[in-house]
């Protein structure tokens, strides 16, 4: 694989939450389907399956894998924590940071996204609207992706249902940092929701329910890839 940090855009990271679809085995089997949209487009597609099956996975696969969450601890006696030195050493290359199923306190985004840039793995931060979204960005993650909370595995995309929403946090984060990639995310589920984030001036999406509880997540996953080519 690529140096993780300089990650190809237009970009699709994949949620795998904690969705039976896509746990243990079927977590594999998943990420196999996203590798091979990913090869037969040129599209990079990441996954971030739950803690456990991030080796497993990262065995499988060659794309990138992300963790759900790290916690800003050092080694030690931090018991139900994890450790970004755990998910690297599993295969991660990068971690979710203040999902909204997974909310942290700004300093503690702030902590995360430093002791991810330490350990070399890639930061994507949630947010929840546009002004969180540029107070992120000034902390210089990798990847900001908003995410409207109520939007979320709802179906109703929010680069349809909320474009001023989208459009609102590209130019304010713009305004901040000019190099972090910018995502949204939130009931994306067809590839012309994937389309229209893109004319919106983002760089990719961030979905979860939308393919992994799909039907034939192979077809959406290659819908999604084949809208960023328009």
């Not at 990441?46 to 696969?61: E, L, S």
């Not at 001036?201 to 809208?227: H, N, W």
């Amino acid at each position: 694989m690529n140096n993780p940090l300089k990650l190809q855009t237009p970009i699709i990271i994949v949620n795998f939450k904690t969705y039976l679809e896509a746990t243990g085995r079927k977590a594999v089997e998943l990420a196999e389907k996203a590798e091979k949209v990913s090869k037969e487009t040129g599209v990079c597609i990441a996954v971030a399956p739950q803690f456990v099956d991030i080796a497993a996975v990262a065995k499988a696969v060659e794309i990138p894998v992300f963790a759900q969450h790290i916690d800003p601890v050092k080694p030690g006696s931090c018991t139900g924590y994890v450790l970004a030195e755990s998910v690297k050493e599993a295969g991660a290359v990068g971690t979710l940071i203040n999902h909204s199923e997974r909310q942290l306190k700004l300093s503690d985004i702030d902590a995360t996204i430093k002791l991810a840039r330490e350990k070399g793995l890639v930061s994507c931060v949630c947010a929840n609207n546009p002004s969180v979204s540029a107070a992120v960005a000034a902390l210089k993650p990798d990847i900001v992706s908003v995410e409207p909370p109520e939007l979320i595995g709802s179906g109703i995309a929010v680069s349809k249902a909320q474009p001023e929403v989208v459009a609102a946090t590209v130019k304010l984060v713009r305004g901040i940092n000019a190099k972090v990639i910018i995502l949204c995310g939130a009931g994306i589920s067809r590839g012309e929701d994937v389309a229209v984030a893109l004319k919106l001036k983002t760089q990719g999406v961030l979905v979860a329910s939308g393919i992994v509880k799909a039907k034939d997540p192979y077809c959406i996953m290659r819908e999604f890839a084949d809208a960023t080519k328009h």
